[in-house]
């Protein structure tokens, strides 16, 4: 392969065993990998890169294409093509599931990330702001939350209650990993030894769900519930993304941990108990005192 020949794959940065904390690129990336696409991976982690480019964004010689969509379809076409021994029932079934997988998981994931108020105020938005420059970060998490405000609303009324549509969600993905459990059964692959398309799209949406410390996880729990899915994404990450760093980069273990549903430290017990004594205290002085004390 000539300098010529050279294919780029720009990505936002990853964490806690991910490629990467974005969808299209998890994508764009394990299937590259998979096929074997001889690449360069460039971080979206600086003000020069995250100008120009936003991921995930492929280029080879003198063409690029900004979504995973684009790109499988070019490099199919250069022979890097994961479905190419797929018969043509096959290839209806994979394209159907990776439909329902986009569909069911594509709402869950938005809510957890960027719609969640717990998971948005004390995971994504910190995330977010550490990993990607300033003042880039802000209109990167912007977009996100609005994209993802967006598209819950185009799934429910405008009067339903958060509570609702988690709930709602909720059901949904059980329901899509509960359908992809029993399809997947004991195989290593869903068709067989070797991953296909279908494979990327499930990994990158399970995947975040089961592997991202959310401090609100009723949704992305509910996949340790299917532990052939859990198994699935452990072997795809063991024999096709190794070099992947296990460990946390932008948040110290404690900021990841002090804020989960399961624990209940003796800090917020006497944070409360202080709480608690303000209260009455202020509640003698005056209502104005404590509503300014309290927020």
């Known amino acids: 392969m000539t300098a010529n020949d050279k294919f780029s794959l720009y990505i936002y940065d990853g964490d806690y065993g991910l490629p990467s904390m974005h969808v299209d690129c998890i994508k764009s990336l394990l299937y590259t990998s998979i096929a074997k696409v001889p690449l360069q991976i460039k971080l979206l982690n600086n003000i020069k890169l995250c100008t120009f480019y936003s991921g995930p964004y492929f280029v080879h010689k003198h063409l690029s294409f900004g979504a995973y969509s684009e790109i499988v379809p070019y490099i199919n076409t250069l022979g890097y093509n994961l479905d190419f021994e797929l018969n043509p029932k096959q290839k209806s079934e994979s394209l159907a599931l990776s439909n329902m997988v986009q569909m069911k998981l594509r709402g869950p994931l938005e809510y957890v990330f960027w719609l969640d108020q717990r998971n948005f105020e004390e995971f994504?938005?910190?995330?977010?702001?550490?990993?990607?420059?300033?003042?880039?970060?802000?209109?990167?998490?912007?977009?996100?939350?609005?994209?993802?405000?967006?598209?819950?609303?185009?799934?429910?009324?405008?009067?339903?209650?958060?509570e609702i549509i988690r709930d709602n969600l909720s059901a949904l993905t059980a329901e899509c990993l509960s359908s992809l459990s029993a399809r997947?059964?004991?195989?290593?692959?869903?068709?067989?030894?070797?991953?296909?398309?279908?494979?990327?799209?499930?990994?990158?949406?399970?995947?975040?769900?089961?592997?991202?410390?959310?401090?609100?996880?009723?949704?992305?729990?509910?996949?340790?519930?299917?532990?052939?899915?859990?198994?699935?994404?452990?072997?795809?990450?063991?024999?096709?993304?190794?070099?992947?760093?296990?460990?946390?980069?932008?948040?110290?273990?404690?900021?990841?941990?002090?804020?989960?549903?399961?624990?209940?430290?003796?800090?917020?017990?006497?944070?409360?108990?202080?709480?608690?004594?303000?209260?009455?205290?202020?509640?003698?002085?005056?209502?104005?005192?404590?509503?300014?004390?309290?927020?």
Not at 143 to 159: F, G, P, V
Not at 196 to 203: A, E, R
Not at 204 to 218: D, W
Request: with cysteine; hydrophobic share 40%.
């Open 124 to 162: 994504t938005r910190v995330w977010f702001t550490r990993a990607l420059p300033w003042p880039l970060s802000i209109f990167y998490i912007n977009r996100a939350k609005e994209t993802a405000e967006n598209l819950i609303q185009s799934m429910y009324a405008t009067d339903c209650s958060m």
């Open 184 to 295: 997947l059964g004991t195989l290593s692959y869903f068709h067989g030894d070797s991953p296909t398309s279908l494979d990327v799209i499930v990994y990158s949406y399970v995947a975040p769900l089961l592997k991202v410390p959310f401090p609100s996880n009723s949704i992305s729990s509910l996949v340790s519930a299917w532990p052939n899915l859990v198994s699935f994404v452990k072997r795809i990450e063991a024999k096709y993304l190794p070099e992947v760093p296990k460990e946390s980069k932008y948040l110290k273990h404690e900021e990841q941990t002090k804020t989960s549903d399961d624990d209940v430290s003796y800090v917020a017990i006497s944070l409360l108990t202080v709480s608690a004594v303000t209260l009455v205290v202020g509640f003698a002085m005056s209502r104005g005192f404590i509503t300014s004390r309290m927020y």
